[in-house]
């Protein structure tokens, strides 16, 4: 019962961004995928999938959730965390050090020439995809696009099936190699942060992972 209603709420997270004219104007389609994995945090299957008793004593407190932010070299992680303190109190942000651990990503194979690429891309915007990179740096992933970033392969799997069900077909999920840097963490963000920062992504670090994550206890200010 309980994976079933886990399965459930995920389902309709992504489901959101198709019925999401019944409450108003619709949203950034980024927008709607930090809200589906910062409400996967709140989401937890305990034991081996049955229906639980009720435990005894003080019930277990649910761990926060942190938008993750990165990760950048030196220079310009400063200068987003510059951008990040016009935002959010400075006790809500900390940083903590990537020593290259693996990450999932969501992508389109690479393109026969820029050019292609180009063309693909203007395709994503007209079905109303964001968000997306053209990689330019990785002599192997040349001309391929970027759809997402995630630190686990169920999360990549849950934005890849959002996107198909938006007509992206040639998307693909898939473990990316660990990155180095500095990652910043922006403790219990609302959608309002939330949309700001990816604004300033893309604006100004559109190569950087954006994402959310059980706050670690390892974080530094």
Not at 58 to 68: E, M, Q, Y
Not at 170 to 196: F, H, K, N
Request: with cysteine; net charge neutral.
């Amino acid at each position: 019962m309980m994976r079933w209603l886990v399965a459930l709420l995920l389902v309709a997270n992504i489901l959101f961004g198709a019925l999401v004219g019944f409450g108003g104007p619709a949203r950034n389609p980024d927008a709607q995928l930090l809200d589906l994995q910062m409400n996967a945090q709140q989401v937890r299957v305990v034991g081996g999938g049955q229906d639980q008793p009720p435990a005894k004593g003080k019930p277990a407190a649910v761990p926060a959730a942190c938008l993750a932010w990165g990760p950048f070299n030196e220079a310009d992680a400063a200068r987003a965390r510059e951008l990040l303190s016009a935002l959010v109190p400075a006790d809500a942000v900390n940083s903590r050090a990537l020593a290259g651990a693996p990450s999932w990503w969501v992508f389109m194979p690479p393109q026969k020439s820029r050019a292609e690429a180009q063309r693909k891309m203007a395709e994503l915007k007209g079905l109303g995809i964001t968000g997306y990179s053209l990689v330019e740096a990785d002599n192997e992933w040349l001309n391929a696009i970027e759809l997402g970033v995630f630190p686990d392969e169920a999360r990549a799997r849950d934005y890849l099936t959002y996107l198909r069900q938006r007509g992206v077909r040639t998307a693909q999920a898939g473990e990316r190699r660990g990155r180095t840097g500095i990652e910043w963490l922006v403790r219990e963000p609302g959608d309002a942060v939330m949309a700001r920062v990816l604004e300033i992504k893309q604006a100004n670090f559109p190569d950087s992972a954006l994402g959310a994550i059980e706050c670690p206890l390892d974080a530094t200010r």
